[in-house]
């Protein structure tokens, strides 16, 4: 089964930013792509089974971000 989510990080400034938060969602186990926006920070998160918001949003921390 594969899902697909949208959120909203706030806080990012420029490619670095972009950078650190795709990698730290795409290493939560599942995540099988991975797409930042800067402009709107937008994130689209695939995965191949049901992830959780907590899940996503406890990776944007870790990356120093926030979910709006
Ligand atoms: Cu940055």
Do not use: K, N, Q, W
């Not at 695939?46 to 990776?59: H, I, K, M, W």
Request: proline share 1%; aromatic share 2%.
């Amino acid at each position: 089964m594969s899902t697909t989510s949208t959120y909203t990080v706030t806080g990012m400034t420029c490619g670095h930013c972009v950078a650190s938060v795709r990698e730290e969602i795409e290493a939560l186990p599942g995540v099988t792509d991975v797409e930042v926006t800067l402009d709107d920070g937008s994130v689209r998160v695939a995965a191949d089974r049901e992830l959780g918001r907590s899940e996503v949003e406890a990776a944007v921390t870790e990356a120093g971000y926030a979910l709006a």
